[in-house]
């Protein structure tokens, strides 16, 4: 289980102090319901846009060779896939919803009222745990 401190700097081109009042667990099969209705709603082509080679090969040029080189264009591909995700959230609200829900102990409701820096860190949040990318190729690839 991640633990989120209950104050984080989020670093951007001035520090900002998110609360953070949640602790997120790993991505399990019964959220797999959850990402195929995000990735449905939102549409597979935006998604799969994301691993596209070329994107893929971009990502990793933008990267100086390190050891860390695969983490690193792991964690641009999360944080370019909570932008779609961001960017159509009206479409797949509601699962975006539950999703956060089940993976933090909140409510559909508590969610709903969170900030809006807050709710939108924990998407990235829940984009940066180990394992999600893999769930979420995979729920892919039963929708396309």
Same mark, same amino acid.
């Given at each position: 289980?991640?633990?989120?401190?209950? *104050?984080?700097?989020?670093?951007?081109?001035?520090?900002?102090?998110?609360? *953070?009042?949640?602790?997120?667990?790993?991505?399990?099969?019964?959220?797999?319901?959850?990402?195929?209705?995000?990735?449905?709603?939102?549409?597979?082509?935006?998604?799969?846009?994301?691993?596209?080679?070329?994107?893929?090969?971009?990502?990793?040029?933008? *990267?100086?060779?390190?050891?860390?080189?695969?983490?690193?264009?792991?964690?641009?591909?999360?944080?370019?896939?909570?932008?779609?995700?961001? *960017?159509?959230?009206?479409?797949?609200?509601?699962?975006?919803?539950?999703?956060?829900?089940?993976?933090?102990?909140?409510?559909?409701?508590?969610?709903?009222?969170?900030?809006?820096?807050?709710?939108?860190?924990?998407?990235?949040?829940?984009?940066?745990?180990?394992?999600?990318?893999?769930?979420?190729?995979?729920?892919?690839?039963?929708?396309?």
């Amino acid at each position: 289980m991640i633990e989120v401190t209950e *104050k984080e700097t989020m670093e951007e081109a001035t520090a900002v102090i998110i609360e *953070k009042p949640y602790i997120l667990r790993p991505i399990e099969a019964d959220d797999l319901d959850y990402l195929a209705g995000i990735i449905d709603k939102i549409g597979i082509d935006k998604i799969a846009e994301c691993f596209d080679k070329k994107e893929i090969n971009k990502l990793i040029d933008k *990267k100086e060779d390190s050891e860390d080189l695969i983490k690193e264009v792991g964690i641009d591909l999360m944080v370019k896939i909570a932008s779609i995700i961001v *960017k159509n959230y009206r479409v797949a609200k509601s699962d975006i919803y539950s999703l956060l829900a089940s993976v933090s102990g909140l409510t559909v409701d508590n969610i709903a009222h969170l900030k809006l820096p807050v709710y939108v860190q924990m998407i990235i949040d829940v984009f940066k745990q180990d394992g999600f990318i893999d769930s979420f190729r995979v729920a892919s690839s039963l929708l396309g």
